[in-house]
T-cell receptor
Framework: GAVVSQHPSRVICKSGTSVKIECRSL??????MFWYRQFPKQSLMLMAT?????????EQGVEKDKFLINHASLTLSTLTVTSAHPEDSSFYIC???????????????FGEGSWLTVV | GDSVTQMEGPVTLSEEAFLTINCTYT??????LFWYVQYPGEGLQLLLK?????DKGSNKGFEATYRKETTSFHLEKGSVQVSDSAVYFC????????????FGKGTKLTVNP
């Protein structure tokens, strides 16, 4: 079946550096992908909607200059955390929408998630 | 705003025990409700869903009924297996589809043999 892959699954970076997380749809094209994050003991929160070939749509309170999203191809969206700080340490997970065909509905597939630790 | 509250874990059960994970929601309009499961090292997978009041979603022996009067969508399974060990997330979508999802915090289930 359709699979979405995220990389890396775990990353540790130094404060002030940038880190990139990739989200790939492996066997379908995804014009829309979504990025979520989950702080410890909190819910998964939608950060932004990534649209292929256009700018991402950010949720209220999410800094677009800090969390750069690039959806340059139909199978890849990247999230770059710029000038990372310890408070950015979190679980980041993406999802991709596979468009339905005919009468079938769209299907959302999630990646495995990425643990970011900023030290 | 829209929110989902689910039972805090972790939950530890013996094989063949009965499982209930409570989930309640607050939403404007008429949300669709979902349960997602995340097995170790894997992405979230849709377990079941219900799109309107009194609908029952079911899959792999799991069931949940959309109760509008109690704003609940509790997950149940009559006899859990070791392979059910995972993190379970309750979620809602007020746009009808499963695009913009509002999640609960997740409940980790461990089933011992």
């Amino acid at each position: 079946g359709a699979v979405v892959s995220q990389h890396p699954s775990r990353v540790i970076c130094k404060s002030g550096t940038s880190v990139k997380i990739e989200c790939r749809s492996l066997d379908f094209q995804a014009t829309t992908m979504f990025w979520y994050r989950q702080f410890p003991k909190q819910s998964l929160m939608l950060m932004a909607t990534s649209n292929e070939g256009s700018k991402a749509t950010y949720e209220q309170g999410v800094e677009k200059d800090k969390f750069l999203i690039n959806h340059a191809s139909l199978t890849l969206s990247t999230l770059t955390v710029t000038s990372a700080h310890p408070e950015d340490s979190s679980f980041y997970i993406c999802s991709a929408r596979q468009l339905g065909t005919g009468v079938s509905q769209d299907t959302i597939y999630f990646g495995e998630g990425s643990w970011l630790t900023v030290v | 705003g829209d929110s989902v509250t689910q039972m805090e874990g972790p939950v530890t059960l013996s094989e063949e025990a009965f499982l209930t994970i409570n989930c309640t929601y607050t939403a404007t309009g008429y949300p669709s409700l979902f349960w997602y499961v995340q097995y170790p090292g894997e992405g979230l997978q849709l377990l079941l869903k219900a799109t309107k009041a009194d609908d029952k979603g079911s899959n792999k022996g799991f069931e949940a009924t959309y109760r509008k009067e109690t704003t609940s969508f509790h997950l149940e399974k009559g006899s859990v297996q070791v392979s059910d060990s995972a993190v379970y997330f309750c979620a809602l979508s007020v746009q009808g589809g499963s695009e913009k999802l509002v999640f609960g915090k997740g409940t980790k289930l461990t089933v011992n043999p």
